[in-house]
């Protein structure tokens, strides 16, 4: 018998990843309401699972309820910003100084990110961007070996923060896409400090 592939998400999470990907391409922008109903009507199901996941999305902080007005996309103050950086910015770099993978393997996995950036920067495809950069921060902190560490980078909302930055400093694919070729070089020269200090430069800029 031909093995039949089951999809083994519940359907709260179904609707739940649905939502959490139109909050991070901005199809869904920040302060926006979003209403049980309507969504249920788009996606062709009950009201309880949807209201599950926009429970789910509040937990985690994409959105926000406000009393006698709703559920809203959250928006992140310049200050949140600046904190989830240098949160990030420390862990990106803990994870360098604790690197479990030789320097020239994470060398190799950042740029086929960094590839899929300039792709997606020819392009002027700014969520591909901004998902590919997810992508190569990740991969420092994956290096790490650290789970934990790699749990707490995750529950930063960064393709979020990273489009508000873009939009909120006015920085373009093309000023950002070059911070991020010295950490490589300097990984693939075998030299984690100079990666560091790159990686710190990176930060510096934004």
Known sequence: MNAKRINKESLKEQVRNILYDKIVSGEFSPNERLKIIPIAKALDVSQAPVREAIQCLITSGHLEHIPNVGVRVKEFTKTEIQET??????????????????????????????????????????????????????????????????????????????????NGLDISLDD???????????????????????????????
């Open 85 to 166: 950086y240098k949160v990030r910015e420390a862990l990106e770099i803990a994870s360098l100084k604790d690197c479990k993978d030789e320097p020239q393997v994470v060398a190799e996995n950042l740029e086929r990110a960094l590839k899929r950036m300039q792709s997606a920067c020819a392009q002027e495809n700014v969520q591909g961007y901004i998902t590919h950069n997810n992508t190569f921060h990740r991969c420092l902190v994956q290096a790490s070996k650290n789970g934990k560490m790699l749990e707490v980078w995750e529950s930063l909302h960064l393709p979020l923060y990273m489009k508000q930055t873009l």
């Open 176 to 206: 950002a896409l070059p911070l991020h070729e010295p950490i490589i070089t300097a990984l693939k020269n075998n030299n984690v400090e100079q990666a560091i200090k790159a990686l710190e430069a990176h930060y510096f800029f934004v």
